[in-house]
Nanobody
Framework: QVRLVESGGGSVQAGGSLKLSCAAS????????MGWFRQAPGKEREGVAYIWPGSGSTDYTASVKDRFTISQDNVNNTLYLQMNSLKPEDTAMYYC????????????????WGQGTQVTVSS
């Protein structure tokens, strides 16, 4: 059974930090490109950060570069998103997702999704 379970969201003031976690089932974790996405009310879901298996290569959307870091714990099959210097515009529901075909280029590439964790940043 494929499962992605996010945790770590919460409320924080601007300038603060949060670390999101995504526990993944072994089958999907080991073979997939993994990503973090977010969706704010009234806006489209957008990709935030991606990480490819094996190489560990990463990619970020411009608005979070130098503030967010995506990483993996391959012992515990867990994906992380460290978010620093948070801004009110980072407020959104955050989702982790997996692309078993390892493309990680478009929203439609991601087959498996978690239920999301809410991040709220106040000014």
């Amino acid at each position: 059974q494929v499962r992605l379970v996010e945790s770590g969201g919460g409320s924080v003031q601007a300038g603060g930090s949060l670390k999101l976690s995504c526990a993944a089932s072994l089958y999907i974790y080991r073979r997939s490109c993994m990503g973090w996405f977010r969706q704010a009310p009234g806006k489209e879901r957008e990709g935030v950060a991606y990480i490819w298996p094996g190489s560990g290569s990463t990619d970020y959307t411009a608005s979070v570069k130098d503030r967010f870091t995506i990483s993996q714990d391959n012992v515990n099959n867990t994906l992380y998103l460290q978010m620093n210097s948070l801004k009110p515009e980072d407020t959104a529901m955050y989702y982790c997702a997996a692309d078993p075909d390892r493309k990680c280029r478009a929203l439609v590439d991601f087959t498996y999704w978690g239920q999301g964790t809410q991040v709220t940043v106040s000014s």
